[in-house]
């Protein structure tokens, strides 16, 4: 069965500290892993695809990377417009939803 | 042009009544997603929609549940005889085509349902 775990649940930050962000997945064939910024209130907003281990795409001050097991958000000198909730999902061969981690609600504070 | 559309935002419901929930996706996206959203939990899958069928029903959680999509756009989510756990956050996405390479999700705002 699919599968995403994502840690920590809450992450509290400063401004400028830098900071990552984990997701563990596990799926029958990996079609695609995707990362969700979500505000309260709001729908999920897109923010990356990866595909294959070594892959690593970046916006602003976030850079996603993923390995055969697990993906990471690194959040570097956040500032507090950063906070929200980050989502994980994955797609496995077998489906086509996407099925996805709880989140981690970040916090940066000035 | 305009993003995911749903309404109500808000929908406030006594126990045992019907309620309907619309969503209007992005023109011209023939993929079509409804997620359920609880407290403290992540996104739960309920159904998809390619055009106008929907060839995954597989995480409607009870025969209470049922959605339809006409003309390829909007789509309706009816629950039936409603009750408390149905309360939640009810999400809608659409993407250009299924299989989702290099087309992401693209979500509304959700209707708030809660169940009194």
């Known amino acids: 069965e699919d599968q995403v775990t994502q840690s920590p649940e809450a992450l509290r930050l400063q401004e400028g500290e830098s900071s990552s962000l984990n997701c563990s997945y596990t799926?029958?064939?990996?079609?695609?892993l995707f990362w969700y910024r979500q505000d309260p209130g709001k729908g999920p907003e897109f923010l990356f695809t990866?595909?294959?281990a070594g892959e690593e795409k970046e916006k602003e001050r976030l850079k996603a990377t993923l390995t055969k097991k697990e993906s990471f958000l690194h959040i570097t000198a956040p500032k507090p417009e950063d906070s929200a909730t980050y989502l994980c999902a994955v797609q496995g061969q077998a489906g086509t939803a996407l099925i996805f981690g709880k989140g981690t609600t970040l916090s940066v504070s000035s | 042009g305009a993003g995911v559309s749903q309404s109500p935002s808000n929908k406030v419901t006594e126990k045992g009544k019907d309620v309907e929930l619309r969503c209007d996706p992005i023109?011209?996206?023939?993929?079509l997603y409804w997620y359920r959203q609880s407290l403290g939990q992540g996104l739960e899958f309920l159904i998809y929609?390619?055009?106008?069928?929907?060839?995954?029903k597989s995480g409607l959680p009870s025969d209470r549940f049922s959605a339809e999509r006409t003309g390829g756009s909007v789509s309706t989510l009816t629950i039936q005889r409603t009750q408390q756990e149905d309360s939640a956050v009810y999400l809608c996405?659409?993407?250009?085509?299924?299989?989702?390479?290099?087309?992401?999700?693209?979500f509304g705002n959700g209707t708030r349902l809660t169940v009194t």
């Open positions: 023109s011209g996206h023939t993929a």
């Open positions: 799926v029958s064939g990996l079609r695609g």
């Open positions: 996405a659409s993407s250009p085509r299924t299989g989702v390479n290099n087309s992401p999700l693209h």
């Open positions: 929609f390619q055009g106008n069928s929907a060839p995954d």
């Open positions: 990866l595909y294959s």
